[in-house]
C-alpha cells in the first residue's frame, strides 16, 4: 500500500513538469463577446425572408464585378480586371446582366432571361448562346454552366414556398472587429434550412440561409443540387438601407465544384422603378454563330 501511494505521490508531483514539456502556450487573438444580440424565431425569420423578396419587383443595378479562377487544387489563381456594368430585374424572373470592357466600355457580355431559357452574347469572342436557365450537364467550359439561376438565386434571398420544409439551428462564428482589425467578435448565428421532399423521394436540402444575430440579415447563402451538393456559396456584407429595405453591397458568389467565384459591388441601386419590355430584349446580330446549351 505504501508503494503504490509513494507511486501515486510521485506521478501527482511529476505532471506539472510532464506538461511543460509536453505543451506549448501562445498567444492568439482574443475574442470578446457581440454588444448586441437579437433573439428571432423560425417563423420570424421565413416571414422577413419572404417580405424582403416580394418588395423587390424591379432592381436596377450599377455594379462592378471580377472574377477568380484557380484554387488550391490548381496551385494557382487568376484573377480577371474589374468590369463596370448593370443587372437588371423585373418579377416574376425577367433578368438582365450587362458587362463592359474597361475603359472603351463597349459591350463585354450580354445575357437576358425570361426566367425560363436566356440569350447571352459574347461581343468580343463573336458567340452567342441559348439554353435553360439551369444546366442540366455541366460543361467543362465554366462559362457555359454559369445560367442566369447563378445570378438570381445568389442575388435575391427568397423565403420558403408554402410546401417547403424549413428548420432552425444557432451556431457561433467569429468575424473581425470592423472598427479594430485585430479584435475579434463571438457571435451567435441563425441558420435557416429550407428542403422539399419529392414524391416518392427523401427530404434533400434545397438551400441554408446562414443569418446574423447582431441585425438578423443574411450573410451567406448555400445552395444545393439535387444530388445534395453545394453548387454554389454566396456572402453578403456592407448592407444599405432602401426605405425600409436592407440590401448588401458586396457579394461574393463562389462556385465550388468550377473552381471560380465572382465578385459584385454594386456602386448604384434603384429598386421598384419602372423597367420597359425593351430592357430585357437581346437581338444577337446576324452572322454571329448560336451555341445552344443543355
Given at each position: 500500500?505504501?508503494?503504490?501511494?509513494?507511486?501515486?505521490?510521485?506521478?501527482?508531483?511529476?505532471?506539472?513538469?510532464?506538461?511543460?514539456?509536453?505543451?506549448?502556450?501562445?498567444?492568439?487573438?482574443?475574442?470578446?463577446?457581440?454588444?448586441?444580440?437579437?433573439?428571432?424565431?423560425?417563423?420570424?425569420?421565413?416571414?422577413?425572408?419572404?417580405?424582403?423578396?416580394?418588395?423587390?419587383?424591379?432592381?436596377?443595378?450599377?455594379?462592378?464585378?471580377?472574377r477568380?479562377?484557380?484554387?488550391?487544387?490548381?496551385?494557382?489563381?487568376?484573377?480577371?480586371?474589374?468590369f463596370?456594368?448593370?443587372?437588371?430585374?423585373?418579377?416574376?424572373?425577367l433578368?438582365?446582366?450587362?458587362?463592359?470592357?474597361?475603359?472603351?466600355?463597349?459591350?463585354?457580355?450580354?445575357?437576358?432571361?425570361?426566367?425560363?431559357?436566356?440569350?447571352?452574347?459574347?461581343?468580343?469572342?463573336?458567340?452567342?448562346?441559348?439554353?435553360?436557365?439551369?444546366?442540366?450537364?455541366?460543361?467543362?467550359?465554366?462559362?457555359?454552366?454559369?445560367?442566369?439561376?447563378?445570378?438570381?438565386?445568389?442575388?435575391?434571398?427568397?423565403?420558403?414556398?408554402?410546401?417547403?420544409?424549413?428548420?432552425?439551428?444557432t451556431?457561433?462564428?467569429?468575424?473581425?472587429?470592423?472598427?479594430?482589425?485585430?479584435?475579434?467578435i463571438?457571435?451567435?448565428?441563425?441558420?435557416?434550412?429550407?428542403?422539399?421532399?419529392?414524391?416518392?423521394?427523401?427530404?434533400?436540402?434545397?438551400?441554408?440561409?446562414?443569418?446574423?444575430?447582431?441585425?438578423?440579415?443574411?450573410?451567406?447563402?448555400?445552395?444545393?443540387?439535387?444530388?445534395?451538393?453545394?453548387?454554389?456559396?454566396a456572402?453578403?456584407?456592407?448592407?444599405?438601407?432602401?426605405?425600409?429595405?436592407?440590401?448588401?453591397?458586396?457579394?461574393?458568389?463562389?462556385?465550388?465544384?468550377?473552381?471560380?467565384?465572382?465578385?459584385?459591388?454594386?456602386?448604384?441601386?434603384?429598386?421598384?422603378?419602372?423597367?420597359?419590355?425593351?430592357?430585357?430584349?437581346?437581338?444577337?446580330?446576324?452572322?454571329?454563330?448560336?451555341?445552344?446549351?443543355?
Amino acid at each position: 500500500m505504501k508503494i503504490r501511494q509513494g507511486l501515486a505521490a510521485g506521478l501527482i508531483g511529476l505532471a506539472p513538469a510532464l506538461t511543460g514539456c509536453l505543451s506549448h502556450t501562445r498567444i492568439v487573438p482574443k475574442a470578446r463577446v457581440a454588444d448586441v444580440v437579437m433573439s428571432t424565431s423560425l417563423e420570424q425569420m421565413a416571414k422577413q425572408l419572404a417580405e424582403r423578396y416580394e418588395y423587390i419587383q424591379t432592381f436596377n443595378a450599377s455594379v462592378e464585378m471580377s472574377r477568380i479562377a484557380g484554387g488550391a487544387l490548381q496551385g494557382k489563381e487568376t484573377q480577371s480586371v474589374n468590369f463596370s456594368g448593370y443587372i437588371l430585374k423585373r418579377k416574376p424572373r425577367l433578368l438582365r446582366v450587362l458587362m463592359l470592357v474597361p475603359v472603351v466600355r463597349t459591350q463585354a457580355l450580354d445575357m437576358v432571361s425570361d426566367g425560363e431559357n436566356f440569350k447571352l452574347l459574347i461581343p468580343p469572342w463573336k458567340k452567342a448562346f441559348v439554353g435553360t436557365n439551369t444546366a442540366t450537364t455541366q460543361s467543362k467550359n465554366q462559362l457555359e454552366n454559369l445560367r442566369p439561376d447563378v445570378f438570381y438565386d445568389s442575388l435575391f434571398i427568397q423565403g420558403p414556398g408554402p410546401d417547403q420544409i424549413i428548420s432552425m439551428t444557432t451556431d457561433l462564428r467569429i468575424v473581425e472587429n470592423p472598427k479594430k482589425k485585430k479584435d475579434l467578435i463571438e457571435e451567435p448565428a441563425y441558420s435557416l434550412q429550407i428542403m422539399d421532399k419529392p414524391e416518392g423521394q427523401t427530404v434533400r436540402t434545397l438551400r441554408v440561409i446562414h443569418i446574423n444575430s447582431t441585425d438578423l440579415l443574411p450573410y451567406q447563402q448555400d445552395i444545393y443540387d439535387k444530388a445534395g451538393q453545394v453548387v454554389t456559396k454566396a456572402y453578403y456584407s456592407d448592407y444599405r438601407y432602401y426605405g425600409n429595405i436592407p440590401f448588401p453591397s458586396n457579394l461574393r458568389i463562389e462556385r465550388p465544384k468550377e473552381h471560380y467565384s465572382l465578385t459584385v459591388s454594386i456602386t448604384k441601386l434603384t429598386l421598384n422603378g419602372h423597367l420597359d419590355d425593351d430592357q430585357f430584349e437581346l437581338k444577337i446580330p446576324e452572322g454571329i454563330p448560336i451555341t445552344t446549351l443543355k
